[in-house]
């Protein structure tokens, strides 16, 4: 389940979640689509999973809580963003953030 017009990285995105999505029945444009948002993310993208209301997508930023940009974070998410979740990653390294985004994805 591959697209000839996808670059090798984006391709590399769209197995890893082509696999996760193989027991639903989701197109595979929405799945391309998904891969190619995933890659042009500026921030680094640190996971990926399934969950309730459609797809997390983890990125961690190199910032503290103050100087977060969200509109910067979301702005290669198309759709509907259900959740963000904001997590320092801890007491010694305030400034460095796991923010989960929440997507619906339709037929999952």
Do not use: W, Y
């Not at 399934?50 to 103050?66: A, N, P």
């Not at 998410?77 to 460095?96: A, D, M, V, Y």
């Amino acid at each position: 389940m591959t697209s000839s017009n996808l670059t090798p990285e984006v391709e590399a995105v769209f197995r890893k979640i082509s696999t996760k999505l193989a027991a639903g029945k989701v197109p595979t444009k929405t799945i391309e689509s998904l891969s190619k948002e995933i890659h042009s993310s500026k921030s680094e993208v640190i996971g990926i999973d399934i969950c309730q209301m459609g797809i997390c997508i983890d990125v961690e930023l190199e910032q503290s809580i103050d100087e977060i940009d969200l509109k910067n974070v979301l702005k290669p998410f198309s759709g509907e963003i259900q959740n963000i979740e904001i997590f320092p990653l801890g007491i010694t390294l305030p400034e460095r953030l796991r923010v989960r985004i929440t997507k619906s994805i339709e037929n999952l």
